[in-house]
């Protein structure tokens, strides 16, 4: 067990809607980061904050958004799905913003029907 | 562009038979190079990180090292429960602390 939680642990919804996800980082853990696992792509990553702001973008869609509140938990946001976006989705926690670990929490599948 | 390029895409093993997985990685000004563990439908699990060239690590059975073009994950004598995918990850030097994954090596391992 990393210390990361994610929710929820499955999601099935359909074409055009918008789901959100939720992370909680490691205690004392500052940063979060978002990755994307697909069978074809592999894990590619999203979006980073740190205590708040955000600090890095990925190849992030504009359809997809993400945040980190006070309390350091972070939710990211897909909206107008589609079908490609059946992925797992992770989050990932550090204790800073450099080159610490990351680590892993147990993910979250999405399927858009 | 950072790239990272793991071989084999599947390794089959006999229990005890050791082994090495490859990672091969391009990337201007790495700052630490991380391999995972992934059992299907769970997060990686952090196994270790390498900074420079020459540098090694272990943990049980498993043993890491580090080039400047490349990374080896050595299995000695594998079991069963050693079955899983392994990932390698880059991390480039800058303000970004992304990591760049390799699509992984899915290892078997028969008793």
């Known amino acids: 067990d990393s210390g990361v939680t994610q929710t929820p642990k499955h999601l099935i919804t359909a074409t055009g809607q918008r789901v959100t996800l939720r992370c909680s980082p490691r205690s004392g853990d500052l940063s979060v980061y978002w990755y994307q696992q697909s069978l074809d792509q592999g894990l590619q990553f999203l979006i980073h904050y740190y205590n708040g702001e955000e600090r890095a973008k990925g190849n992030i869609l504009e359809r997809f958004s993400a945040q980190q509140f006070p309390d350091l938990h972070s939710e990211l946001n897909l909206s107008s799905l589609e079908l490609g976006d059946s992925a797992l989705y992770f989050c990932a926690s550090s204790v800073g913003n450099s080159q610490e670990t990351q680590y892993f929490g147990p993910g979250t599948r999405l399927l858009v029907l | 562009e950072d790239q990272v390029t793991q071989s084999p895409e599947a390794l089959r093993l006999q229990e005890g038979e050791s082994s090495s997985l490859n990672c091969s990685y391009t990337v201007s000004g790495l700052r630490g190079l991380f391999w995972y563990r992934q059992d299907p439908g769970k997060g990686p699990e952090f196994l270790f990180t390498?900074?420079?060239a020459g540098e090694e690590k272990e943990k049980e059975r498993l043993k890491a090292t580090l080039t400047k073009k490349e990374s080896f994950l050595h299995i000695t004598a594998p079991k069963p429960e050693d079955s899983a995918t392994y990932l390698c990850?880059?991390?480039?030097?800058?303000?970004?602390?992304?990591?760049?994954f390799g699509k992984g090596t899915l290892l078997t391992v028969n008793p």
């Open positions: 390498l900074y420079s």
């Open positions: 990850a880059v991390q480039r030097r800058g303000s970004n602390y992304k990591l760049t």
